[in-house]
């Protein structure tokens, strides 16, 4: 289940209602999907992508996406630390970014004009929309290890606009969930000093 840092507020959230409601203030979608049972995790791309047929057609025309491919980032993937560097700079799209994990983790950290700086740690089972235009980050987390459903609207897909003076740097890429939150009351150790 997805978790939300607020490292500027101290701040934590890890009810499910609580988290769709703050995340839909800044137009982003967020469900849980069923994985366990469902696939198994070495199941091919087609073999996800049938599997969540229903749901793939669903958000498709939802956020009209002309196609859903499966990406499989892990430690033996050619190039990941040059992958994973893409993406952790601070950028947008010119397309919403869709992700539905299937297994894995990682955080997205959002930096909204309308509020602070936050990080939406998901994995199997969330699904999440970067709304087009957002400025944001990506991080995976410690074991590099993420296998997401991503949806197009461009059949080329989608490039990164990195913007001027990015604050990603402020921030560690820690991921977070419910058994590794800090305590209420304690210095926040994401950000950086």
């Given at each position: 289940?997805?978790?939300?840092?607020?490292?500027?507020?101290?701040?934590?959230?890890?009810?499910?209602d609580e988290i769709r409601e703050f995340l839909a203030h800044f137009g982003i979608w967020y469900e849980q999907?069923?994985?366990?049972?469902?696939?198994?995790?070495?199941a091919s791309s087609e073999e996800i992508l049938d599997a969540y047929a229903d749901e793939v057609a669903r958000i498709k025309e939802k956020g009209g996406f002309v196609t859903a491919d499966v990406i499989n980032?892990?430690?033996?993937?050619?190039?990941?630390?040059?992958?994973?560097?893409?993406?952790?700079?601070?950028?947008?799209h010119s397309e919403d970014e869709v992700r539905f994990t299937v297994k894995g983790r990682g955080v997205?950290?959002?930096?909204?004009?309308?509020?602070?700086?936050?990080?939406?740690?998901?994995?199997?089972?969330?699904?999440?929309?970067?709304p087009k235009g957002s400025k944001h980050w990506f991080n995976l987390c410690e074991d590099k290890t993420i296998r997401c459903i991503r949806f197009f609207q461009d059949?080329?897909?989608?490039?990164?606009?990195?913007?001027?003076?990015?604050?990603?740097?402020?921030?560690?890429?820690?991921?977070?969930?419910?058994?590794?939150l800090p305590p209420a009351k304690s210095k926040d150790p994401v950000v950086k000093l």
């Open positions: 289940m997805a978790a939300i840092n607020i490292p500027d507020e101290k701040r934590a959230i890890q009810d499910v999907w069923p994985v366990e049972g469902r696939i198994d995790q070495a980032v892990n430690p033996e993937t050619p190039n990941v630390d040059a992958i994973c560097a893409k993406f952790a700079v601070e950028h947008t997205f950290h959002i930096h909204p004009d309308n509020g602070p700086v936050f990080g939406v740690t998901v994995e199997s089972g969330d699904m999440i929309n970067v059949q080329a897909g989608w490039t990164p606009h990195y913007v001027d003076n990015p604050v990603n740097e402020k921030y560690a890429p820690v991921c977070w969930g419910p058994d590794c």
